[in-house]
């Protein structure tokens, strides 16, 4: 049933009432029920953006919407859930692949795609960045700086963690790239790897078990919670408060 009233055609939900009282459904499933159908009607993030952006990326906010936990690593930048408005804007200018045209849609379909940390049935997010993802520039440094503070703000969220593979570790078993691990209470798991010009789902079991294996790694290698909070805020400072300052004397 939760399937049928998450699709893009919902239910009324006066009908809605009426259909569960008589399927005898009530308590906390009515409640979900409820609520899932008023999400699946309401104008989102797809209705606004979907038409516009690649056909991976609708499909993978449509994931992400109904995933209970992510889990992601990034080698090079800041996961799209977690950048700022200028540290997006700056990345996406350099982008080969993005018109110029284009940059200010993809930024506020990015923003908007965050409203997931609002909704009521938020997932689990967990996030590995590797070191250079915060010591490589990505706009002016007055950019970088509000970046990494605002992964310091994200970083305090119950349902967020953020923990930091240091360089110092070497090699690392996802040395292949980016990839994201999507876990559903309904539906199978799938896991999501980006290239330059397409994005890919992997669903099967094969695949999803060595991602697991590769983030299990990730996991024993990878700062803890605390150390990495440590690491992000002295870089913040180290590499990018005394360039801001100079900048602005400038």
Known sequence: MSRLLSGKLGVDQLDLASFLAICGVTGEER????AL???????????????SLPEQLTTLVNHEIKAVEIHEFEPLRIPGLLQTADYARALLERSASVPAAEVQTRVDARLARQGL?????????????????????????????????HLLQ?????????????????????????????????????????????????????EISIYRVIFDSLASCALDEGQSRDLIAALAVELYADREDRDDRD
């Open 154 to 206: 994200m970083g305090v969220r119950s349902y967020i963690t953020i923990r930091v593979i240091p360089a110092v570790f070497g090699a690392h078993a996802a040395m292949a790239g980016a990839c994201r691990l999507m876990e559903f209470a309904e539906f199978k798991p799938i896991v999501y790897v980006e290239e330059q010009t397409a994005g890919h789902f992997l669903e099967e079991p094969d």
């Open 31 to 34: 409640s979900r029920l409820l």
């Open 117 to 149: 940390f609002n909704r009521d049935h938020r997932p689990k997010l967990g996030f590995f960045l590797h070191e250079f993802v915060l010591r490589l520039p990505v706009g002016s440094a007055e950019v970088m700086s509000g970046q990494l503070h």
């Open 37 to 51: 159908n008023s999400e699946g009607i309401r104008p989102g993030w797809l209705q606004q953006y979907g038409s």
